[in-house]
């Protein structure tokens, strides 16, 4: 059986809260049901340390033809999705935790990773992370791109 690397947090520690925000919520365009039975454990875990909280926003572009090949056939797909048809309110965190902001820093991103095409690795370097807690409710789309990235 394997076993967890297991060390100590640190100040140099970041908690990454990957979209949750009313666009993924019960009343938002791609609800994920368990949204909420999650939101208090990431609430609590995002208010221990805010200032040690990076919070990613899955924004869409403004139109389809914005992004490239798969994502563009997807926004045609779906333009409601899309800024210039999606309520602007949708694309912000939930009230609880954009409170917390700042300390906490807020990265877009037009897609599932925040590795990609954003400032966020910068900001990691930066930082001097050592050790990231990938927070959550997508877990199979945008939570699971973060960890892989």
């Known amino acids: 059986m394997a076993s967890a690397i297991r060390a100590p947090l640190t100040p140099q520690s970041v908690n990454v809260c ?13 609800p994920a049901p368990w949204i909420e039975r999650r ?3 990431i609430e609590r875990l995002a208010a221990r340390f805010p200032e040690r909280t990076v919070f990613t926003r899955f924004v869409p572009p403004e139109k389809a ?24 309110g949708q694309i912000e965190l939930f009230p609880e935790l954009a409170a917390l902001v700042p300390p906490a820093k807020v990265f877009d991103k037009p897609v599932y990773s925040p590795f990609s095409g954003t400032s966020f690795p910068r900001h990691l370097a930066q930082r001097h992370a050592d050790a990231l807690i990938v927070s959550g409710a997508e877990t199979d789309v945008c939570v699971l791109a973060t960890i892989l990235g």
């Open 18 to 30: 990957v979209d949750m925000q009313q666009l993924f919520g019960a009343a938002g365009l791609w």
């Open 39 to 41: 939101r208090e454990a």
């Open 65 to 88: 033809d914005d992004m490239p090949r798969a994502w563009r056939h997807f926004y045609e797909r779906w333009p409601n999705g899309t800024r210039a048809e999606l309520d602007p």
